[in-house]
């Protein structure tokens, strides 16, 4: 039963692994970009946890940052994707343009509250 | 003539103010002294002490008790700086004269001695009541010590004292050897009443009864409680000295050799003389008498004084105390002077150092409290006059461009944040130009 499940894994992994291999260069820089700021969101959780809140400004202005720019990193990942449907008509560069205008907006929100 | 004579007195009314020399704040020793005795021979039985008061430069004015032309003050004027009643039995001053008379007296901040011995009046038990001192009701009873009399008499009423109070302000730099010698009454003084002090007390084996009587009951007063010689420094700093013996300050006793029963120590001379000079310096303000310059206080590296701190302000502060030395001002030299800071209680408590030279300083920082707070100084060491000074000073809170501008706690934020731009601008890059 053990070898079963553990082959059973292997087997799920390296078909996920197999499918992704197969997603567009473009989509995979979203997914490393997104992945970078969540691993940055988490960095500073934890600092948090050891350090108090005290600037507590700072640390959501921090953590709002990281967690904005992976959510706005995400719907331009849904907006591009070609597999997607409902955003077939919609021309990549208009995504991309929504993306940089959004980030843009929220840096300048959180250098007002970081304080 | 008659243009003369006016002429002179006009003369004199203009030099009057700087005829008379009393004392006042910049000579605080008193200088007209005046004397009451119920018994003129005083004059030359008690003359040593007198002529040691004379050559230090005191003006003795000798009067009888029941004088009818005594007075105090006149036209609200006080013509004598300092009072010495040896009328032990006189039951009521002449002239002008009476308790009320003598308690205004020490109230303006003028000094008595005072002394009762056998048979003292109700006037003077009056006297010394107000100044704190009870003495021994029974009017008959004396001082009998039967293991610390003076061998040399017979009876055991002439005590030989030792146990005197340990302050160099008041009994002067040098120990008193030879024991005091004392005949007369007792007097306690009440424990809660903190302005009085026993200077000369009686020994634990004491008490205080008639001599010629057999004891009917237990004596009220016995062992250390009694008080040979007591002062009081009043709050204005008016000094008090009441002693149960006329005898103590008599050129007999100053002369008499002195061996207390017990003891093979024979001294030549007694303590007398040397107790009642010491004692006469202090209560005429030769001595222990301080004077406090101004509080001073501005922030480090400022001259000026801030009418206003702020929390966690850096201060120094100074004060100037000076000791009268008899003649001149000296510096006043201890290192238990301290300042508060205070609101409600004290915030900071430092004890001041000296440079030696009077200048009283420290350093502190402001606490993080904000508020009206102010320096005191209160000073009471034993045997000097107390000092109380205090100074007011507002304290504010940091203005909201005083904080610092970046904290150190939240720069893996601030990291955060730019390593996200920064992040973002790479991706957008690659997002664009990769293959």
Redo the contacts between chains.
């Keep these: 039963m053990v070898k079963s499940t553990s082959k059973d894994a292997q087997d799920l992994f390296r078909s996920l692994h197999s499918a992704y291999s197969a997603t567009p260069?473009?989509l995979k820089?979203?997914d490393l970009?997104v992945v970078?700021?969540v691993f940055?969101?988490l960095?500073?959780v934890a600092?948090m946890a050891l350090?108090g809140s005290?600037?507590f400004n700072?640390?959501l202005?921090?953590v709002l940052?990281?967690i904005g720019?992976a959510v706005l990193?995400v719907c331009l990942r849904i907006q591009v994707n070609k597999e997607n449907k409902e955003f077939k008509d919609l021309a990549p560069e208009r995504a991309?343009a929504d993306?940089?205008l959004c980030?843009l907006v929220l840096?300048l929100v959180?250098?007002n509250f970081?304080? | 003539m008659m243009n003369l004579s006016r002429s002179v007195a006009l003369i004199s009314l203009f030099l009057l103010p700087f005829l008379s020399s009393s004392f006042s704040v910049d000579n605080p020793t008193d200088r007209r002294v005046l004397v009451l005795l119920d018994d003129l021979s005083l004059k030359s039985s008690h003359s040593t002490f007198f002529n040691t008061l004379k050559s230090r430069g005191f003006d003795l004015d000798f009067k009888s008790a029941d004088d009818s032309k005594l007075a105090l003050q006149r036209y609200g004027q006080y013509l004598y700086d300092g009072l010495i009643i040896f009328a032990p039995s006189t039951e009521r001053f002449g002239g002008s004269l009476d308790s009320k008379s003598v308690a205004d007296f020490v109230d303006s901040g003028r000094d008595l001695i005072l002394s009762a011995d056998t048979s003292a009046s109700d006037l003077i038990r009056g006297i010394a009541t107000e100044c704190g001192v009870d003495f021994d009701e029974d009017s008959s009873a004396m001082v009998i010590d039967h293991s610390s009399f003076s061998v040399s008499d017979g009876d055991h009423t002439l005590i030989a004292a030792d146990d005197l109070v340990k302050s160099d302000v008041i009994l002067g730099k040098s120990k008193i050897e030879a024991p005091v010698l004392f005949r007369g009454v007792a007097h306690s003084l009440n424990p809660t009443n903190n302005l009085v002090l026993k200077v000369l007390s009686a020994s634990p084996s004491a008490y205080s009864a008639n001599p010629t009587s057999k004891l009917s009951s237990p004596p009220q007063l016995t062992g250390s409680a009694i008080s040979l010689v007591s002062v009081m420094q009043a709050r204005n700093n008016a000094r008090v000295v009441i002693s149960g013996s006329l005898q103590l300050f008599s050129d007999r006793l100053f002369r008499s050799g002195a061996q207390k029963s017990g003891s093979p120590d024979k001294y030549e001379k007694s303590g007398n003389e040397q107790f009642v000079t010491e004692l006469s310096k202090w209560v005429f303000h030769e001595r222990g008498h301080l004077k406090a310059g101004s509080l001073v206080h501005h922030r480090v590296g400022e001259t000026d004084e801030p009418a206003i701190y702020r929390i966690k302000d850096d201060l120094e502060f100074s004060v100037e105390i000076l000791e009268w030395s008899g003649k001149s001002w000296e510096p006043y030299v201890a290192d238990d002077v301290q300042v508060q800071f205070y609101m409600m209680s004290p915030y900071v408590l430092k004890t001041l150092s000296t440079d030696k030279k009077g200048l009283f300083h420290t350093s502190f920082k402001v606490p993080d409290v904000y508020g009206v707070f102010q320096f005191k100084v209160e000073y009471e060491k034993l045997g000097y006059t107390t000092l109380s000074l205090s100074k007011q000073i507002p304290v504010r809170p940091y203005r909201h461009n005083e904080y610092e501008r970046f904290i150190p706690t939240a720069y893996p934020y601030y990291g955060a944040c730019f390593t996200t731009m920064a992040g973002f601008f790479v991706f957008s890059f690659v997002y664009l130009y990769h293959k």
Excluded: E, K, R, W
């Design positions: 260069t473009n820089v979203i970009y970078f700021a940055t969101a960095i500073q600092y350090v005290f600037p700072s640390f202005s921090g940052s990281c720019t990193a991309f993306f940089v980030n840096h959180i250098i970081l304080g």
